[in-house]
């Protein structure tokens, strides 16, 4: 099956040069690590009072690579007609949304926040939410946004049955709060990259899976922000069947 990354992005970056990140770039560390498609969302829009209107710029920046980058649209749930930007990507056939509510002075589990998970679930569409892009300790004075909190997650999951959600550059104490917080049925419906999971000398990742099962990981990368080889070191240094290693990298989010 085709190794997928969940947690890829094109465009500046608002904090700190980044020496190339276009889509050019972001295709050859992919043929280099051996990924086949990666999901796609667009930097810029972090800082963006309305991010829904900067997709076409993410869309113009991967035209030519269309068959292996997916594009993710960042949407603002709390502007008028964010509906219409949800609508949008489903009929762009977009693989799930990104919202980031710490960059829009929301509360993570308010308001706004539910009746959008209300209205991606009912239209199968999973939210990609990041616990945080960078090390706390590289922020810039100027960046606020903190970190998304485990309570937040399990908030959002048990608002809506129907809600899917992928939690990208979360650490081994926060997917451990939640998951251990949940039901099986809510857990199930939440799938953790492994950008932020830590290897040996520690192991945090070998006990994740050890604890709460295979099947709840899955790639991410989250390049440029990161070196994209980081999580494969991770799984080469586990002592992981080819079975299992194929479903991090690619059959979780298919069956899923």
Same mark, same amino acid.
């Given at each position: 099956? *085709?190794v997928?990354?969940?947690?890829?992005?094109?465009?500046?970056?608002?904090?700190?040069?980044?020496?190339?990140?276009?889509?050019e770039?972001?295709?050859?560390?992919?043929?280099r690590?051996?990924i086949?498609?990666? %999901?796609?969302a667009y930097?810029p829009?972090?800082l963006?009072?309305?991010?829904a !209107?900067?997709?076409p710029?993410?869309?113009? =920046?991967?035209?030519?690579?269309? +068959?292996?980058?997916?594009?993710?649209p960042?949407?603002?749930p709390? =502007?008028p007609?964010?509906?219409?930007?949800?609508n949008?990507?489903v009929?762009?056939?977009?693989?799930a949304v990104?919202v @980031?509510?710490?960059y829009?002075?929301?509360?993570?589990?308010?308001?706004e926040?539910r009746v959008?998970?209300a209205?991606?679930?009912a $239209?199968?569409?999973? =939210?990609?939410? !990041?616990v945080?892009?960078? +090390?706390?300790?590289? =922020?810039h *004075?100027l960046d606020p946004?903190?970190?998304l *909190?485990?309570? $937040?997650?399990?908030?959002? &999951?048990?608002?809506?049955p129907?809600?899917?959600? &992928?939690?990208?550059?979360?650490?081994?104490?926060?997917?451990?709060?939640?998951?251990?917080g949940?039901?099986?049925?809510e857990s199930?419906?939440?799938?953790?990259d492994?950008?932020w999971?830590?290897?040996?000398?520690e192991? @945090?990742?070998?006990l994740?899976?050890?604890?709460m099962?295979?099947e709840?990981?899955v790639?991410?990368?989250?390049m440029?922000?990161?070196i994209p080889?980081?999580?494969?070191?991770?799984?080469?240094?586990?002592n992981?069947?080819?079975?299992d290693?194929?479903?991090i990298l690619?059959?979780n989010?298919e069956? %899923?």
């Open positions: 099956m *085709p997928v990354d969940v947690a890829a992005f094109v465009g500046g970056y608002p904090y700190r040069h980044l020496k190339d990140p276009s889509a770039w972001l295709i050859r560390q992919m043929d690590l051996g086949e498609r990666a %999901w796609v930097l829009a972090l963006h009072r309305d991010p !209107a900067s997709t710029e993410l869309l113009e =920046l991967i035209k030519h690579h269309r +068959d292996r980058l997916q594009p993710v960042t949407i603002h709390g =502007l007609r964010w509906e219409e930007d949800l949008d990507a009929a762009l056939g977009a693989p990104r @980031h509510p710490r829009l002075g929301l509360d993570p589990v308010g308001g926040m959008l998970a209205a991606a679930g $239209a199968g569409m999973p =939210l990609l939410l !990041a945080r892009l960078e +090390d706390p300790r590289q =922020l *004075p946004a903190g970190e *909190p485990g309570a $937040a997650i399990r908030g959002l &999951i048990r608002s809506d129907q809600l899917k959600l &992928i939690v990208s550059h979360a650490e081994r104490a926060i997917i451990e709060e939640v998951h251990w949940l039901t099986p049925q199930s419906r939440i799938l953790w492994i950008a999971v830590w290897g040996p000398p192991d @945090h990742l070998a994740l899976i050890e604890t099962g295979v709840r990981f790639l991410g990368t989250g440029p922000l990161r080889d980081t999580p494969f070191a991770r799984l080469d240094l586990l992981l069947s080819a079975q290693r194929e479903k690619s059959k989010l069956t %899923w």
